[in-house]
């Protein structure tokens, strides 16, 4: 799939490891490489694993912004120095969840240069980058020259091949990384069910057509949630890729608080951007898995509430 998707060339001996899905590589390349009281730099808004993660083990989480001024994308120099010489590894994740943003070759170079200059394990969560809603194939960390000396990416099945509960995924770059990570996972499990190997098998050699397919549904649901957001009054930029759309809420309005009426008022549920850190208040993430006819009444629904609470307000 590397090498089809991405160009990228991987030796399966030493870049490639098999992970239960993404979500169990990252808590455990986490356990494998950090320490306690070690330094972990998170994206804030982000996926809520990274930062659990270093907690469990008793390191500590450092959140860095991504500002919706800048895309999304983080400014890497900001973060300060006393921190970054604390650091042991640095999470990013494009196509980013939950915001939805990109990134191109040039920002993942950065975030290389940057990793290397410091001495830091370079962590890409790439789970979303076939899920394109524009046509583009979302870049690979491994294409940046150089950067399997300093990072390892993740991805998974669930995303790219409709594979959520399957639970594969894997870890590929750094070699010494990986054999860190492999002794935990040794402890950790056994392996996966051989019926779900094989089935990942016949998803990475059949017809690939029907991702662009997928990707295109996506986008008419996508486009679906943005024109009903509109009508509500809620903020959010067309998003480029992953199933998500990350919206802003109307002022005065709490995540959580919005989060909970919709669901115990109008039976809609969304995700409330706190979970994913700080800088997620004043959000939420609506998800595009759901068919057109359901995402439709609940748009539908979220119009009338909001226009019915503003109303008693």
Known sequence: MYERVFDVDLDPETEVLPLLGSKEGIFHLTLAVAKADDIVLVPDPGYPTYARSARLLGAVPYPFALDPRRGYLPDLSSIPAAIVARARMLWINYPN?????????ALLA????????NGLLLCHDAAYTQVNL?????PSLLQVPGAREVAVELNSLSKSHNMAGWR??????????????????????NGHFLAVTEAAIVALTGDQAWIAERNAEYRRRRDLVLQGLNQAGLRASPSKATLYVWAGLPNGWRSEAFAAGLLGEAGVAVTPGDVYGARGEGYIRISLGTPHERIAEGMRRLQVWVTSTEARA
Do not use: H, I
């Not at 524009?134 to 979302?138: A, I, T």
């Open 97 to 105: 969840n939950p915001t939805a943003a990109v990134a191109d070759l």
């Open 110 to 117: 950065e975030a290389v240069d940057f990793a290397r200059a």
């Open 134 to 138: 524009e046509g583009d194939v979302s």
């Open 168 to 189: 594969l995924g894997v870890a590929v770059g750094n070699p010494a990384a990986l054999v860190k990570l492999m002794r935990v996972k040794a402890e950790a499990d």
